[in-house]
Nanobody, 124 residues
Framework: QVQPVESGGGSVQAGGSLRLSCAPSGPTYSRRCMAWFRQAPGKEREGVAN????????NYADSVKGRFTISLDNAENTLYLEMNSLKPEDTALYYC?????????????????WGQGTQVTVSS
């Protein structure tokens, strides 16, 4: 079974930084496109960033461009999300997701495999 496992969430003050990690499981073909999503209470789950493991191309939501960086460590087989200049509106449950085809968008229905999430809380 393919089950990404997230870690690295926590509480931080506005302007601070956090790094999330995602250790995917399952065969390599199951994670051609990997992504981070987030969901705040009462809101829809939204895409934050994705990375195509074949081309290494990345894509970011406008709300995080210039502040967040998605990366993949092949040796460790781990996906990261480096989050800088955090804002209270970044507070959410962050999910790692993966799918078998090349990255097309940050629409949640395109992703097959999901982790349980890790909480990020940013205080003002």
């Amino acid at each position: 079974q393919v089950q990404p496992v997230e870690s690295g969430g926590g509480s931080v003050q506005a302007g601070g930084s956090l790094r999330l990690s995602c250790a995917p499981s399952g065969p390599t073909y199951s994670r051609r496109c990997m992504a981070w999503f987030r969901q705040a209470p009462g809101k829809e789950r939204e895409g934050v960033a994705n990375l195509d493991t074949g081309t290494r191309r990345t894509n970011y939501a406008d709300s995080v461009k210039g502040r967040f960086t998605i990366s993949l460590d092949n040796a460790e087989n781990t996906l990261y999300l480096e989050m800088n200049s955090l804002k209270p509106e970044d507070t959410a449950l962050y999910y790692c997701a993966a799918t078998v085809v090349a990255c097309r968008s940050l629409r949640k229905y395109e992703y097959l495999y999901w982790g349980q999430g890790t909480q990020v809380t940013v205080s003002s």
